[in-house]
Protein backbone atom coordinates (compact mmCIF):
# COMPACT_ATOMS: atom_id res chain seq x y z
CA UNK A 1 0.00 0.00 0.00
CA UNK A 2 0.97 3.45 -0.65
CA UNK A 3 1.28 6.02 1.75
CA UNK A 4 1.74 9.89 1.52
CA UNK A 5 1.94 11.78 4.38
CA UNK A 6 1.77 14.95 4.18
CA UNK A 7 3.27 17.48 6.81
CA UNK A 8 5.31 20.44 7.13
CA UNK A 9 7.81 19.42 9.93
CA UNK A 10 11.01 17.39 8.26
CA UNK A 11 11.07 14.96 11.30
CA UNK A 12 7.71 12.93 10.26
CA UNK A 13 9.95 11.20 7.63
CA UNK A 14 12.58 9.84 10.20
CA UNK A 15 9.71 9.19 12.79
CA UNK A 16 7.04 6.86 10.65
CA UNK A 17 10.31 5.50 8.83
CA UNK A 18 11.35 4.26 12.25
CA UNK A 19 7.92 3.19 13.05
CA UNK A 20 7.08 0.98 10.48
CA UNK A 21 10.69 -0.02 9.49
CA UNK A 22 8.86 -4.09 9.26
CA UNK A 23 6.67 -3.33 7.35
CA UNK A 24 8.28 -1.11 4.52
CA UNK A 25 11.24 -3.78 4.96
CA UNK A 26 8.68 -6.49 3.59
CA UNK A 27 7.19 -4.23 0.88
CA UNK A 28 3.66 -4.43 2.53
CA UNK A 29 4.01 -0.47 3.15
CA UNK A 30 5.76 2.18 0.72
CA UNK A 31 5.76 5.68 2.36
CA UNK A 32 6.22 8.86 0.24
CA UNK A 33 6.64 12.46 1.67
CA UNK A 34 5.77 15.56 1.13
CA UNK A 35 6.42 18.47 3.20
CA UNK A 36 3.45 21.13 2.00
CA UNK A 37 0.40 21.13 0.54
CA UNK A 38 1.30 22.17 -2.57
CA UNK A 39 3.89 19.14 -2.42
CA UNK A 40 1.39 16.74 -1.94
CA UNK A 41 -0.54 17.65 -4.87
CA UNK A 42 2.34 17.39 -6.66
CA UNK A 43 3.51 14.16 -6.26
CA UNK A 44 -0.75 12.54 -6.33
CA UNK A 45 -0.55 14.01 -9.69
CA UNK A 46 2.46 12.27 -10.96
CA UNK A 47 0.99 9.37 -9.08
CA UNK A 48 -1.31 8.91 -11.92
CA UNK A 49 -4.66 7.81 -9.76
CA UNK A 50 -3.06 5.51 -8.09
CA UNK A 51 -5.02 4.30 -4.64
CA UNK A 52 -3.07 5.79 -1.35
CA UNK A 53 -3.62 6.63 1.62
CA UNK A 54 -3.02 10.22 2.73
CA UNK A 55 -1.88 11.32 5.93
CA UNK A 56 -2.56 14.88 6.30
CA UNK A 57 -1.34 17.60 9.11
CA UNK A 58 -4.33 20.15 8.92
CA UNK A 59 -2.07 23.11 10.41
CA UNK A 60 0.64 23.52 7.71
CA UNK A 61 2.15 27.52 6.29
CA UNK A 62 0.34 27.81 2.97
CA UNK A 63 -1.82 25.51 2.10
CA UNK A 64 -3.78 23.87 5.17
CA UNK A 65 -4.59 20.00 5.35
CA UNK A 66 -8.18 21.34 5.27
CA UNK A 67 -7.72 23.30 1.93
CA UNK A 68 -5.60 19.70 0.50
CA UNK A 69 -8.45 17.33 1.77
CA UNK A 70 -10.88 19.55 -0.12
CA UNK A 71 -8.97 19.58 -3.43
CA UNK A 72 -8.25 15.66 -2.57
CA UNK A 73 -11.87 15.35 -2.64
CA UNK A 74 -12.94 17.03 -5.57
CA UNK A 75 -10.07 16.08 -7.75
CA UNK A 76 -8.72 12.62 -7.32
CA UNK A 77 -11.83 10.41 -7.23
CA UNK A 78 -11.26 7.60 -9.66
CA UNK A 79 -10.08 5.64 -7.22
CA UNK A 80 -10.76 7.71 -4.48
CA UNK A 81 -7.76 7.73 -2.05
CA UNK A 82 -8.72 7.59 1.87
CA UNK A 83 -7.86 10.29 3.75
CA UNK A 84 -6.51 11.04 7.52
CA UNK A 85 -6.36 13.94 9.40
CA UNK A 86 -3.58 14.30 11.50
CA UNK A 87 -3.28 17.43 13.93
CA UNK A 88 -2.27 18.70 17.39
CA UNK A 89 -5.47 19.99 17.95
CA UNK A 90 -8.44 17.89 18.82
CA UNK A 91 -10.65 20.41 18.69
CA UNK A 92 -14.45 19.96 17.75
CA UNK A 93 -14.25 22.47 14.99
CA UNK A 94 -11.41 20.73 12.91
CA UNK A 95 -12.74 17.35 13.45
CA UNK A 96 -15.99 18.79 11.91
CA UNK A 97 -14.74 20.73 8.99
CA UNK A 98 -12.80 17.77 8.21
CA UNK A 99 -15.36 15.28 8.31
CA UNK A 100 -17.47 17.55 6.21
CA UNK A 101 -15.02 17.91 3.77
CA UNK A 102 -14.62 13.97 3.12
CA UNK A 103 -11.82 12.77 5.48
CA UNK A 104 -12.03 9.47 6.26
CA UNK A 105 -10.26 9.40 9.58
CA UNK A 106 -9.33 11.77 12.50
CA UNK A 107 -6.00 11.70 14.39
CA UNK A 108 -4.33 13.47 16.68
CA UNK A 109 -0.46 14.27 17.78
CA UNK A 110 1.40 12.92 19.11
CA UNK A 111 0.54 10.04 16.69
CA UNK A 112 -0.35 6.49 18.35
CA UNK A 113 1.84 4.76 15.68
CA UNK A 114 -0.33 1.31 17.47
CA UNK A 115 -3.39 2.72 16.87
CA UNK A 116 -2.34 3.93 13.46
CA UNK A 117 -0.93 0.19 12.55
CA UNK A 118 -4.38 -0.76 13.74
CA UNK A 119 -6.01 1.46 11.32
CA UNK A 120 -3.65 0.13 8.25
CA UNK A 121 -4.46 -3.59 8.55
CA UNK A 122 -8.24 -2.57 8.28
CA UNK A 123 -7.50 -1.06 4.97
CA UNK A 124 -5.18 -3.19 3.44
Known amino acids: MKILVVDDEQDVKTLFQQ ?4 E ?23 MEQEAVLILSDINMPGM ?4 LLEI ?3 DF ?9 VT ?9 TAKR ?14 LLKDKLIQII
Open 72 to 74: IKK
Open 19 to 22: RFRK
Open 64 to 67: SGLQ
Open 77 to 85: VAPPPVVMM
Open 101 to 114: LGADDFLTKPVDFK
Open 24 to 46: IRKGDLNFMFAFSGEEALEVLKD
Open 88 to 96: AYGDEENFN
